[in-house]
C-alpha cells in the first residue's frame, strides 16, 4: 500500500521560507513523478511543481524563480523549498505520486503566509 506523508507546513511572514517534505512508502520510489499541488479556500486545486523520475522539473508561473522542487531517491522523498513566500501562496499543499497507471495523494499539509 503506497502512502504519503507530508511535513514541514506552517505559518510564516510574507518574504519567509518554509521547506516542504514528503516521504513515499509501500513502493519503489524511482519509479514515480512527484509532483506538489495546492489549494486555496474557494479555489481549484492546481500543480505548482513537478519533478519527472528523470529529474526533470516544471513550475506553474508564480512560483518559477521563487520555489525549488528537488527529489532523493535514496530517501524516497521530495521536498519543495519555499522562498520569498507570498500572502497568495497561502494554501493546503498536497504531494503526489504518479506513474501512468496510477497516482496517489498526500492528506495536505497547511502553509500560511500572514504578517
Known amino acids: 500500500q503506497v502512502q504519503l506523508v507530508e511535513s514541514g507546513g506552517g505559518l510564516v511572514q510574507p518574504g519567509g521560507s518554509l521547506r516542504l517534505s514528503c516521504a513515499l512508502s509501500g513502493s519503489i520510489f524511482s519509479l514515480y513523478a512527484m509532483g506538489w499541488y495546492r489549494q486555496a479556500p474557494g479555489k481549484q486545486r492546481e500543480l505548482v511543481a513537478r519533478?519527472?523520475?528523470?529529474?526533470?522539473?516544471n513550475y506553474v508561473d508564480s512560483v518559477k524563480g521563487r520555489f525549488t522542487i528537488t527529489r532523493d531517491n535514496a530517501k524516497n522523498t521530495v521536498y519543495l523549498q519555499m522562498n520569498s513566500l507570498k500572502p497568495e501562496d497561502t494554501a493546503v499543499y498536497y504531494c503526489?505520486?504518479?506513474?501512468?497507471?496510477?497516482?496517489?495523494w498526500g492528506q495536505g499539509t497547511q502553509v500560511t503566509v500572514s504578517s
Open positions: 503526489n505520486a504518479a506513474t501512468w497507471q496510477f497516482q496517489y
Open positions: 519533478i519527472s523520475s528523470g529529474s526533470n522539473t
